[in-house]
């Protein structure tokens, strides 16, 4: 990823930064109680879908990477599947602190990715396996990243609220 960053990698780092902020906030801000509410439609509790959104974080940066040069991502809908699952009954004891500090730092690192990519690199095409292997543009997935992350804490955040 070239130094020729422009308005548009800023634009899809700055509203990632924003969402991985609220998400470190209200990982920090959870009870105990909270942490181990079940989310709806999740399958997971509200501490496991929180150390999940950190954890694509890193995948992302590595999908980022394989777009922005062309190659793609081989990853298929089923390994996404798989690793999630695996990732679901590994993080099941997860701590806030431990989820809050991940956050932080894969969300660093991941704003300083979509940071750097320039407009070629976001208007490069190349496969995405987990869309069946359909060409995708990388600023297809930068744009993901905030939604993503924004999409779980929405459904945390309602688990936390209706057991108020």
């Known amino acids: 990823m070239a130094a020729e960053a422009g308005a548009r990698a800023a634009a899809f780092a700055d509203d990632f930064a924003a969402a991985n902020r609220e998400a470190v906030a209200f990982t920090r801000g959870c009870g105990d109680a909270s942490w181990v509410l079940p989310v709806s439609g999740e399958g997971w509790s509200v501490g496991v879908v929180l150390h999940h959104v950190a ?28 690793a999630n699952a695996l990732h679901a009954a590994r993080a099941q004891g997860v701590r806030r602190d431990e989820t809050a500090s991940l956050l932080e ?9 979509l940071r750097a990519l320039t407009d070629d690199e976001l208007d490069r095409t190349a496969p995405f396996g987990p869309a069946g292997g359909r ?15 924004r999409e779980h804490l929405a459904h945390a955040s309602q688990a936390v609220a209706e057991a108020r």
């Not at 954890?55 to 980022?64: D, G």
């Not at 990853?75 to 798989?82: I, M, S």
């Not at 060409?135 to 992350?149: G, I, K, N, Q, S």
């Open 55 to 82: 954890e694509v974080h890193a995948q992302c940066v590595r999908w980022l990477a394989g777009m922005s040069l062309g190659t793609g991502v081989g990853d298929t809908a089923q390994d996404v599947d798989r």
């Open 105 to 113: 730092a894969n969300g660093e690192r991941l704003e300083a990715v």
């Open 135 to 149: 060409e995708l543009p990388t600023a297809d997935l930068a744009a993901v990243a905030a939604r993503h992350t």
